[in-house]
Structures are given as structure tokens and as C-alpha cells.
């Protein structure tokens, strides 16, 4: 298997989704933001990325009820998923469980608690959580919102592509799509 170069990483919502575009060896973001679905999955569809693999959050069920946006990310998933699939990209479900094990190694993590690993891994020591500045901007510069959690899930897939399973992962096999 060949280890691909970049990955696409994708946390979806029911209106917008986030997505960061990493290299995989040297987990570095390439691209990043928050966006409208529609513009997304256009971008997807026109090959604006340039990445060898998709990697997308995947909705959980914990037994409690939910409401329709739930439902509409689900819808965005899909899409997202089939138009990968359709321009022939390797394309994985990853659940949200599995981006908190790995960079936190608790299941109770919240988006804070990934973001501060993800800052302590990168940008350890660095002012403004790394982010830096205009003038000189850090590894994060840029990110806000939902882009940490696509970036989280997008080293999550460098590390597995890379050999570096800080935990295991329930995808073992290979996808059916």
C-alpha cells in the first residue's frame, strides 16, 4: 500500500462542514475552513483538492434521542461520501469516539481538550495557542470553530496511514466502498 501524500479531512454539520487538507508526513495543514455543504461538495466534485484520501467524521448513535440536524448531517455524509467515491478517492468513516481516543486517550474529551492536545503536539510553548500572528503566523494560524476537529481527524489519518496507532481503530478492514 502506498502511503498517500495528502488527506482530506471532513467534519460535517447540517448546514456548513469544516475540512482541512493535511500532508501526511509532516501533519502540516495545507487547507482549511468552514464552509456551506453545497460549496463543499463542489469543490469536491471540481477536484479543487488535491488529496489521495478522504476521511470523514461519522454520526454515532448513544441510544439518546436526537434532532433533525442530525439527521441532515447524515444526508451530508452521504453526499460527501458518494462524490469521493465517485472520483475514485479511498474513502473512510471515522467516529467521533476515535478522534477523541487518539489525541486524548479519554472518551469524555470535548472539542477544547482536543484542541489544546493538538496545540501541545504542534505548537508546544508557542504564544496564542499557535496560531501566532499576521506578521508571523504559527502552525494554526487561521483556524477557528470546527476546522481543530477536521484537523484532529485529519492527523488521526497521518498517524494510522503513518504506523502510528496511538490507539486502535475499529476500520481494520477494508471499506466496502
Known sequence: ??????????????????????D???????AFSKTMNEAL?????????????????MVASYGMPVGAEVFDTCVWIGRYLQTAIDQGSDVHLVPRLQVKLHHCHDSKAKDANISRALVDRFAYGQ???????????????????????????????????????????????????
Open 41 to 57: 461538495l463542489e469543490a469536491i466534485q471540481n477536484g479543487d483538492f488535491n488529496y489521495d484520501a478522504v476521511y470523514i467524521e
Open 127 to 177: 504564544p496564542n495557542h499557535g496560531k501566532g500572528t499576521k506578521a508571523a503566523p504559527g502552525w494554526f494560524y487561521g483556524f477557528a470553530a470546527d476546522v481543530w476537529q477536521a484537523y484532529a481527524l485529519a492527523v488521526l489519518a497521518a498517524d494510522r496511514l503513518a504506523g502510528n496507532l496511538l490507539t486502535p481503530h475499529l476500520d481494520d478492514a477494508p471499506a466496502p466502498y
Open 1 to 22: 500500500m502506498v502511503v498517500p501524500f495528502r488527506v482530506l479531512a471532513i467534519d460535517p454539520g447540517n448546514t456548513q462542514s469544516a475540512f482541512a487538507v493535511v
Open 24 to 30: 501526511t508526513h509532516t501533519r502540516r495543514p495545507i
